[in-house]
């Protein structure tokens, strides 16, 4: 059967009191690795696409789309609006984006290891300057309050030393926190020893100003599905919401697609004799294989986003709805493709592909024993479940644009 084109652009999604779920989408942080994400979110869209015409966009059916440092990225992208109010980005046109701009982002140096370790020690890797600039002129003026759906971007301050979580709802609530959505993305993407940090201030009607001292915030949440959870369920609270029979924690009504940027976690590239005899340098700066890695912040990003990914498991299986969470990820990266910074061309060729390949592998989730993720044959490929969770986003949209149009004095 043919999909149904829509006559208009979709309008904005109607609250999830008009439906049956809230649905969410998170996107992990990863740096170049971007393109993985790019490339399942892609097929999702084509899915949605397929049933509700070629306007539709991820944004028409998330509530909350969440993103940690280039994840933060993808979620600007997917959910600033253009002069039409659209969003600012097909899912399509974020790997375009990566293509086009990864080798000025970060920009691959012909000099030989010790001078490009040197390089490092007085300074972040990269100045950040094409970045910013990119950044800035895609997003203008917009701020965070202004995103065509909520949106949840974590960030870490270094001087309060904890965690600064940006988020739509917030923004329309604390004017302190209505940031240039640019600065929260350039925040966001600054991992420590790549970019630089990044200091900008917000100032409200009555003249009073906060600062804003920030990095990348994979340092706490570079998996931030249950970050999000949390503030969906603060929200919930906070405005007396009683949308779910079960209360905010009624995890049978949450749609949640959580899609990681790959780890090199399986490919067992350390070991404790090895690491017993680091001292700062190697800590930051280690070669294995045909990569350069940093093993310190790719530990904290692996553990940060596991353990979100067996707590998000566990929770919605120890409450039946397990297949209400998808998770896809891909834990066996291995050589360049594993790092963060190296966009040449075969490179992110082989991070495309990678995308690809993880749509056709088969659906896992956390065993409750191991902790490990394990496979679920039954459940088809993730390409399969995508697929079913496109059909239960376009008939949760059509279910909310229903009762709004029924409600008296709707249009």
Known sequence: MAAASLDAPPSPLPPPGMGKRVTVLTIDGGGIRGLIPGTILAFLEEKLQELDGPDARLADYFDYI?????????????????????????????????????????PQRPWPDVVNTLIELKGPKYDGKFLHSKIQGLLGATRMHE??????????????????????????????????LSDVCISTSAAPTYL???????????????????????????NPTMLTINQITRKMIVDKQDL???????????????IGTGSAKDAEMYTAQEAAGWGILSWLHTVHGKGVYTPIVDMFSYSSAALVDYNVSILFQALRSEKNYLRIQDDHLDGTAATVDVATKENMEELVRIGKRMLATTVSRVDMETGKPMPVPEEGTNADALTRFAHQLSQERKARMSSSQGRPGSA
């Open 244 to 258: 779910f029979p079960g209360g905010p924690t009624d995890y049978n009504k949450f749609l949640v697609i959580s």
């Open 196 to 222: 630089p940090a990044h200091f900008f201030q917000t100032k409200d009607s009555a003249g009073n100003t906060r600062d804003f001292n920030l990095i990348d915030g994979g340092v706490s949440a570079n």
């Open 147 to 180: 995103t065509l759906t909520n949106v949840v971007i974590p960030t870490f301050d270094v001087k309060n030393l904890q965690p600064t979580i940006f988020s739509t709802y917030d923004a329309q609530t604390i004017p302190l926190k209505d940031a240039l």
């Open 66 to 106: 969440a993103g940690t440092s280039t994840g933060g990225l993808i979620t600007a992208m997917l959910t600033a609006p253009n002069k039409d109010k659209r969003p600012l980005f097909s899912a399509k046109g974020i790997n375009k984006f990566y293509l086009d701009n990864g080798p000025q982002i970060f």
